[in-house]
């Protein structure tokens, strides 16, 4: 970080305004709880915690024998199942399994702790490091979508989020980022409930996207957002429009705060630029950039037309640097 804040210091603040602080996998914050290379983990499999190299196991001892439950010390949970299961096939996540048990509780303390450690060293560096640059920093918390209307949330615990049905795991990450001045980056934004598959696998992108909101809200974090796949439609659109609002559902009630600090577009492609997709597109970025989603349709149509005339020069220009690469 040293390196780059030196070699790029002329230009910190003014044409790079936000740094993002590799945390983990995909630079998130997370262990690598499912891994896809070579088949290892398949969508929507419940992962493994990965606590097992002499390090982490030689710490997970050393807090077992404060607590004097010395047995608790000699590995992870040996019924937390494999990669790809599902939370009902395993002893430890199923509705009434050991993680809603005293040992439970404490592996899972000690596992995500050590997330949160790692996290806060990184943030702290980075904080000191490019104080004073005028760059701001922002950090990623996986959308860990898949079981998350189970009661344990299985998918998360293994990736380092203490959050279950009893328990805000989020809300300590945000505080974390929080301590740092560090905008707290999601994904999920462009997905529905509705559209998940298959549905024993409870996913629930919608729900967590409300879950991680509000903790940022509470830890006064500022939060920006992309989208988790590719799509070009204007359904996947109009969600990410909605959700820029960041609503959250509080006793009923629907508190609608400020919009999000910035949003990333995954991604520029050749299909980014087929003529329905960048028609889309542009009324999209139009409607990102006025904060709201309804105009009249005169009014908007003209709008977007123009919008994608002026724009034509672009897209053959990108078209054919595509064509060469």
């Not at 040996?78 to 002893?91: L, M, R, S, V, W």
């Not at 592996?107 to 949160?116: C, H, I, K, P």
């Not at 707290?184 to 696998?201: I, K």
Request: with cysteine; aromatic share 14%.
């Amino acid at each position: 970080m040293r390196n780059f804040r030196d070699e790029f210091s002329d230009y910190l603040g003014d044409v790079i305004v936000e740094i993002q602080v590799g945390l983990g996998p995909a630079g998130e914050l997370r262990y690598p709880a499912y891994p896809e290379m070579n088949n290892t983990w398949q969508f929507p499999g419940i992962g493994e915690f990965q606590c097992y190299d002499k390090y982490m196991l030689a710490n997970l001892q050393a807090c077992a024998r404060q607590v004097g439950q010395v047995d608790w010390g000699k590995g992870g949970p040996h019924d937390a199942g494999h990669y790809k299961q599902f939370p009902y096939d395993t002893g430890f996540f199923h509705k009434d399994g050991s993680w809603n048990t005293p040992y439970g509780e404490f592996f899972l303390e000690w596992y995500s702790g050590n997330l949160l450690q790692h996290g806060e060293r990184i943030l702290s560096a980075a904080e000191s490091i490019f104080r004073g640059t005028g760059a701001k920093l922002s950090g990623k918390v996986a959308g860990i979508h898949w079981h998350y209307g189970s009661s344990s949330h299985p998918a998360e615990l293994t990736a380092g989020y203490y959050n279950t049905r009893m328990r805000d795991g989020y809300l300590p990450i945000a505080c974390m980022f929080g301590r740092h001045g560090v905008t707290l980056n999601f994904t999920c934004f462009e997905m529905r409930d509705e559209e998940q598959c298959p549905f024993s696998a409870r996913c629930s992108p919608e729900g967590l996207l409300r879950q991680v909101t509000l903790a940022a809200r509470n830890a006064n974090v500022p939060l920006a957002g992309e989208n988790a796949l590719m799509r070009f439609d204007e359904g996947a659109h109009n969600q990410v429009v909605k959700n820029s609002r960041l609503t959250c559902l509080q006793d009923n009630l629907a508190d609608i705060y400020e919009p999000m600090c910035s949003f990333t577009f995954l991604r520029m492609s050749e299909q980014l630029f087929q003529s329905d997709n960048w028609h889309h597109f542009v009324q999209f970025v139009q409607q990102m950039a006025e904060g709201r989603s309804f105009h009249p349709w005169e009014e908007t149509n003209y709008a977007i037309e123009s919008q994608v005339h002026a724009t034509q020069l672009l897209i053959h220009e990108a078209e054919a640097a595509m064509m060469f690469k």
